[in-house]
DNA sequence: AATCCATATATAATCGTTTATATAACCCTC
DNA sequence: GAGGGTTATATAAACGATTATATATGGATT
């Protein structure tokens, strides 16, 4: 390995003199100037990162770790969509992403979590399911919740409106006329995943504030991001179809495929016999059949915001912790 | 910061103790164990990366590079079901993946090698486009090249059957009893895309060996990964359909979602107006109108094989280079 | 009791940078 | 030609770990 010390002695200068090219701190006289870089030419000189890092502390490397291929067999293009987010502006402040994925099980946060316990990076950034609270305070750098509020643990998070634009989708059908409405959602027995609790709440909120029943036959759980959520939605639209409902709304648009797969095998027809109605927002919705309504929410800033949570958190560790909350929107198509 | 010092101090020994009580080395007394663990404790200690990785040298971060997002909004499944593939890979053998993403524009390339040209990483995974053979040699890590063959730089690399598989998909075509067969394909003017290429060839050589005529005009070639790969599909249908042809095989599956959107517009009907075959295997393909038929690749495998070539490359750094290319499947649905 | 050996721990060098401090060389001024 | 101020570079001390080498201790052997 080539250090700067070879190239120091190379161009027959010091190595301060070799650093100070390189970073282009103090004033190098021209011809010395020219000297080390064609020793470092030469000599193919490459910095050593642990040494620079070592010495400067200056760490640029922050650890995201998303659910990204959980549920299904093809990825969650709703992370796919927040990471390529996340990676824009952490690029853009010249910090490197560090990959990992996790998988709703909490085993598998605390590897992620202990893996880069070593001062290897500078922050993460992640979509947690896991809330021994010792544990988390025992980590030695900051962390931004994604997606969904931790409920225990005192961060930084960023979310969107998920009671909210529920409840919108379910005015949206009453308002259309119709009254026997289901919901498809994620087991909410899991604690760490307030996102999903919110969206049944504002399904339940809905009903309640048109004065329509709430069945619990209406709602069918799910075991989403575990096994095959396109399976699971399968499943679950078996039920749930044969309690009458006439209109659906699905937590999940991996499972809505599951549904439309039911309810082809069933000759049902959407909207006539159900409407429905899923979160996230896919290229293919366009074209299925018939063209799927769907929630979008705003990935890109996600992502972005969440970054400059982070940023913001590693420049000032003390100050208070930030909760966002962005809005979704609804978009209609031909499935309702 | 606590540093081992501290723990050493605190624990009334040396950093030599310390040091081997954590990495569990050289036989230490089982109280001066407890000592030093308590030590530990009670600090909160937490090795510093950069000390070790400069004493150890024992770099175990990979750099990923994929086209993760683009050509459309919401991503490219093919290449998250491959980082899904490497990261379970690396994961396993105890590598951090470090990632980028890449847009097929060589300088964004030129600026992801660069990035980690500073020992930060022991190697990288890769779909490059870039043709610059000066600049990729006098990378200090070794690259496995992924999807395609790159032309003129040595390395490994690792892709798929992508001629002899096109050609077996309009050989399907054929035998179905369509004849005036379209395809849909990249700018292969890319010189960087050899598998585009190489799907190109296997289209023309079912043609000759079936002694059908090929015509300029059944071949539309679109900007693949550029912009917006639906938007490409919808356009390439539009000009495509009007010449005539009643089978098209497209390259890519995004852009198979702008054919069906065209079709639907122009209501033709598929497969009775014009058949279809895509490149790359969604769920959604089950409930598009109707479902789509597909060439499958072996994306798991293609993601394992990828990380032991470059952990194999690492060991042994000057060992030939390999080229593995894997076996691809046609699925057929409704849309032949 | 001297020697040897094994065990348990300490000392100090090292990894490759950056940077505080020192110094050498030059020019200017009186 | 001594002192003072620049300018350009060198020296050496960190940073926080690992590890080759040294040493201290205690028991076994003679």
Redesign the interface.
């Known amino acids: 390995m080539v250090t700067m010390k070879d190239v120091a002695k190379h161009a027959g200068v010091s190595t301060y003199t070799v650093s100070n090219v390189i970073n282009n701190l103090s004033y190098i006289k021209k011809e010395t100037k020219e000297k080390v870089l064609e020793a470092i030419k030469e000599l193919?000189y490459?910095?050593?990162?642990?040494?620079?890092?070592?010495r400067t502390?200056d760490n640029r490397?922050i650890s995201?770790s998303l659910p990204?291929?959980t549920g299904?067999?093809?990825?969650n293009?709703f992370f796919?969509?927040i990471?390529?987010a996340l990676?824009?502006e952490l690029?853009k402040n010249n910090y490197?992403?560090?990959?990992?994925?996790s998988d709703n099980n909490p085993q598998t946060d605390i590897l992620n979590f202990s893996?880069y316990?070593?001062?290897?990076i500078a922050g993460m950034i992640c979509t947690f399911t896991l809330a021994d609270i010792d544990f988390l305070n025992?980590l030695?750098y900051p962390i931004i919740a994604l997606d969904h509020k931790p409920e225990e643990f005192a961060c930084d998070y960023i979310s969107t409106d998920n009671k909210q634009i529920t409840q919108q989708a379910v005015q949206y059908l009453i308002t259309s006329g119709y009254t026997k409405i289901g919901y498809i959602g994620a087991n909410y027995s899991s604690e760490y995943q307030s996102n999903h609790f919110e969206r049944l709440q504002g399904y339940l909120d809905a009903l309640e504030k048109n004065h329509l029943p709430q069945k619990a036959e209406y709602i069918h759980s799910i075991n989403l991001g575990l096994n095959d959520d396109?399976a699971e939605g399968y499943r679950a639209a078996e039920c749930i179809c044969k309690t009458g409902v006439n209109a659906v709304v699905i937590d999940n648009a991996?499972s809505a495929?599951g549904f439309?797969?039911y309810v082809?095998k069933a000759k049902l027809r959407i909207p006539e016999d159900v409407a429905l109605i899923a979160f996230d927002?896919?290229?293919?919705?366009?074209?299925?059949?018939p063209p799927l309504s769907v929630i979008r929410q705003p990935t890109a800033e996600i992502g972005q915001k969440a970054v400059e949570l982070l940023l913001s958190r590693i420049d000032n560790p003390d100050k208070e912790y930030e909760h966002i909350i962005l809005p979704s929107s609804l978009i209609i198509r031909d499935s309702v």
Chains 1, 2 share one sequence.
Do not use: C
């Not at 490197?96 to 994925?101: A, E, G, I, T, W």
């Open positions: 193919n490459k910095p050593n990162y642990a040494g620079q890092l070592l502390k490397n995201v990204l291929l299904s067999r093809t990825g293009a796919n969509q990471l390529l990676y824009v690029n490197n992403l560090v990959l990992s994925f893996k316990n070593n001062n290897m025992n030695n396109v991996y495929i439309y797969k082809k927002d896919y290229e293919w919705q366009e074209i299925s059949d």
